[in-house]
């Protein structure tokens, strides 16, 4: 438990208000830009996959998505710097809201990976501002707690769009659920008026930069062990539709998956302002690994069910866990380096995860393709045991 939060409890004195006005707008702007992209995010590929890119160009789709994703999530440090939240978040808003526009031009290989590509640099902003936003404004004591929130409202476009747009784009087809993503991440612009363009700036002055960042242990070694369950998160979205036949299975499992991710991210948030965020990580890294093996039994359903509960519990955990240590060891000036580093391992993590997953289950089939994704996943719990 933080000092802060046990001070107020030992005198009695009432908890700071989790949610204020700019905390709440900064949630209404998460949902509007992820919804947007969970809508497309198994689409996309699916969408190469129908115009004749096959497995390799639905896995190249989502590695094209996530690499510019990274390579802004790098830049947005010294963006955030110079023109601040309210003004970058206004830019990534039209980078990832315009170019689904473009795709029911053409279903060829170059339009989708044009597309994804543009899309990732808005998908990085649309990640690291709120995200910082959220560390910055939680009251004292709470910012597990707000993470913890923060990633109950962001999973929530997971948990709701991303079936909702393989089940759409089965029954009415591909340019409406485009052009639905691109009205939805529009309205992101409705609520930044409310949005801090800066925040106060901490008594600790020190600039913590990518270069930095990644050259700190501290910070390195929670978002590593992070990166690797993301990357199985990736594979997920990208090749769950194909390797389990049933529509309607793999919708209700991209359903259960991120609900069980949400849930376990709120609980984790609360249970570790109150008992710490490192104990919790190497227990989920574990969680996360054995959710991925139950996989090598696929398509059977009930492997495939118990899989999403797993795998979404323990990959929950591992986000609130490693993003609440990485605050703690930074100061403020540093929170949209810290977010941008977290971030660059989720969004790199999914990229090659999709991407490397596919030439696997090209040459061995999803069981075997599914096993090697487990095993790597293990590799990090070292990591996790050292954070």
Not at 316 to 323: C, D, K, R
């Amino acid at each position: 438990m933080s000092e802060s939060l046990r001070d107020a409890e030992r005198a009695g004195s009432p908890r700071p208000r989790l949610v204020t006005r700019p905390l709440a707008l900064v949630f209404a702007a998460t949902v509007a830009s992820l919804t947007g992209v969970f809508l497309l995010l198994s689409v996309v590929p699916m969408y190469a996959v129908d115009g004749g890119a096959g497995r390799a160009g639905a896995g190249l789709a989502t590695g094209a998505l996530m690499l510019t994703t990274v390579l802004a999530e790098l830049a947005l440090p010294r963006l955030l710097a110079r023109f601040g939240y309210r003004t970058v978040l206004a830019a990534g808003t039209l980078l990832l809201a315009l170019p689904p526009l473009a795709l029911p031009l053409s279903s060829g290989t170059a339009m989708i990976v044009l597309a994804s590509l543009v899309r990732g640099l808005g998908f990085g902003v649309a990640v690291v501002v709120p995200n910082a936003l959220v560390a910055a404004l939680a009251p004292a004591g709470r910012r597990g707690e707000a993470l913890g929130l923060f990633g109950v409202v962001a999973g929530a476009p997971a948990v709701l769009a991303l079936p909702l747009g393989v089940w759409l784009a089965d029954r009415i087809g591909y340019p409406p659920v485009f052009v639905a993503s691109a009205v939805i991440s529009l309205a992101t612009l409705a609520v930044l008026a409310g949005i801090p363009g800066r925040v106060a700036a901490s008594p600790e002055r020190r600039r913590l930069g990518i270069v930095a960042g990644l050259r700190s242990p501290a910070l390195l070694r929670p978002a590593v062990a992070f990166a690797a369950t993301a990357m199985a998160a990736g594979i997920l979205i990208t090749f769950l539709p194909e390797a389990v036949p049933a529509g309607g299975v793999a919708a209700a499992a991209l359903f259960v998956q991120p609900a069980a991710t949400t849930a376990a991210r709120w609980w984790a948030g609360r249970a570790g302002d109150r008992h710490g965020a490192a104990r919790l990580l190497m227990p989920a890294v574990a969680a996360a690994s054995a959710g991925v093996a139950l996989l090598v039994l696929v398509p059977h359903p009930a492997a495939v069910f118990a899989s999403m509960v797993l795998f979404g519990a323990g990959f929950g955990v591992t986000q609130n866990a490693s993003l609440a240590m990485m605050y703690e060891r930074a100061p403020a000036s540093a929170y949209g380096t810290v977010s941008a580093l977290w971030n660059v391992g989720y969004d790199g993590g999914m990229g090659v995860g999709g991407a490397a997953f596919g030439i696997a289950a090209t040459h061995t089939g999803y069981p075997a393709a599914f096993a090697m994704t487990a095993a790597v996943i293990l590799l990090a719990l070292p990591l996790a045991r050292r954070s």
